[in-house]
């Protein structure tokens, strides 16, 4: 096994940590998915503790502490601004229906607690005072081939908790590693499950792959273990040979900055034109309402009415139909459709980069403009157009008639001309 080196200020929050629960009389290791980190890339990700003490006891032994999970054993322990997570050793009994636990049972020793903890690679704990690795599933073995396996009988640890295969999937695609057999083949004996886990704990599963470089190996993970059905089950339909095969073909090319344009984009690459079907999966997986709203919004956006390249003023006319704030947003939706859509019409790569750079350097050169675009960059008001004895709706639609014209035209943009232009409408 290669050298662990902990880097500052890793380093000393995990001294502190061990140094006093051990003053007294408690064990503590670094476990799960920070050691698998550590040995893989040499870095922690978060910093997750496991010790015999109780968790009344950590809340007295540390000076400063949030109580953030203590009904599953969890506290947090803030130290010169980090926060490390030290949960009491469990041994998880009592599940019910494939969900979290009915209740927690304590445990004595870190062997029990690394058997309730989902696959191997994310069962190894190290002790960073004592430079100690314990191994008491096979993580570094597994870790060494690259394979994910679940810690013990996978139907039984997958009937336990039916959000295990996603994690699965995301945690292997992550890795890089690929799952092992018969874990891939208990994901889908399993199905009905994980059809029943809660889908926040859904919703979070999809939104760590949000940031992840290998979202395609995620989507090939869950299509090759055939629980696409469980996870999304109201466009599982739509996910055919050939719209997943466009959809793996794009994924890992996207320029994703919020799980809106990622939805939206598994959406639109699956063919899935249907907004309200789009709107029941989001409220279906529990979308935040402005995530789910901007994503109706990026499949509908004006921009995909664009035929050809566009041209500055054809791409600004455009533009101007979306909400000032996510012009941006739908600027890299449309870019990636776009792009999608010429590499399925077999355009060459050149085109496409082609299509891309002038888009976006009109995109930056129309921002950087300030060209009127919206009714509020007008040089007039609501008030100066009520002054000219117009009232009632016809003051938005006059309002919206002139902005249409400093669109066009941003000379146009001055006071008494559009004064004039709304006195003879
Ligand atoms: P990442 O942080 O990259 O999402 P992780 O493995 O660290 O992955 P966490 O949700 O942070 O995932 O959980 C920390 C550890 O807790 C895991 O490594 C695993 O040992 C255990 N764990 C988490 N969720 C489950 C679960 N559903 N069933 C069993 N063990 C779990
Ligand atoms: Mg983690």
């Not at 400063?64 to 601004?81: A, C, D, N």
């Not at 059809?195 to 940031?211: I, N």
């Not at 500055?312 to 459709?337: C, I, N, P, Y």
Request: hydrophobic residues 40%.
């Amino acid at each position: 096994m290669k050298e662990i080196r902990l880097a500052e200020p890793n380093y000393s929050v995990c001294r502190y940590i061990e140094e006093t629960l051990a003053k007294h009389g408690f064990e503590a290791w670094l476990v799960g998915g920070s050691v698998r980190d550590l040995l893989i890339q040499g870095k922690l990700s978060d910093l997750d503790y496991t010790t015999d003490a109780l968790p009344e006891k950590v809340q007295k032994i540390f000076p400063r502490t949030v109580p953030v999970g203590i009904k599953f054993g969890t506290i947090l322990v803030l130290y010169k601004g980090q926060k490390v997570e030290v949960t009491t050793y469990r041994a998880d009994a009592d599940y019910e229906d494939g969900r979290r636990p009915n209740k927690v049972e304590y445990a004595k020793d870190l062997a029990t607690d690394i058997k309730r903890r989902d696959f191997t690679v994310n069962g190894l704990a190290y002790s960073v005072t004592r430079k100690e690795l314990r191994d008491h599933c096979g993580g570094l073995e597994d870790l060494e081939k690259k394979t994910l396996r679940t810690i013990g009988d996978p139907i039984a640890r997958f009937t336990e908790d039916g959000l295990r295969p996603i994690r699965g999937c995301r945690i292997a695609a992550k890795l890089g590693f690929s799952v092992e057999d018969n874990t891939r083949k208990a994901m889908l004996a399993c199905v009905s499950v994980t059809a029943k886990v809660a889908p926040e704990r859904f919703y979070d599963e999809w939104r760590k792959t949000l940031r992840m470089k290998q979202k395609r190996a995620f989507w090939q993970n869950l299509l090759e273990a055939g629980i696409i059905g469980a996870f999304l089950p109201d466009i599982a339909v739509a996910f055919d040979k050939e719209h997943s095969a466009v959809l793996l073909r794009e994924l890992d090319a996207l320029h994703l900055k919020s799980m809106a344009a990622y939805a939206a984009s598994l959406f639109y690459l699956l063919g899935v034109r249907d907004k309200e079907t789009a709107r029941r999966t989001m409220l279906d997986t529990k979308f935040p309402t402005a995530e789910l709203k901007l994503a109706l919004a990026l499949l509908e956006t004006p921009l995909l009415k664009i035929q050809d390249q566009p041209d500055r003023q054809t791409l600004k006319h455009h533009l101007a139909e979306v909400t000032r704030r996510d012009r941006g947003s739908h600027m890299r939706f449309f870019l990636d459709m776009g792009s999608a859509t010429m590499r399925t019409k077999a355009f060459s790569t050149e085109a496409i980069r082609a299509f891309r750079d002038s888009c976006s350097r009109h995109f930056v050169s129309i921002l950087r403009s300030r060209e009127p675009m919206d009714t509020t960059d007008l040089a007039v008001n609501g008030t100066d157009i009520q002054q000219l004895g117009i009232h009632g709706r016809a003051v938005g639609e006059i309002l919206e008639r002139l902005r249409m014209t400093v669109v066009a035209d941003p000379q146009a943009n001055n006071r008494e001309n559009l004064l004039r232009l709304a006195a003879t409408n």
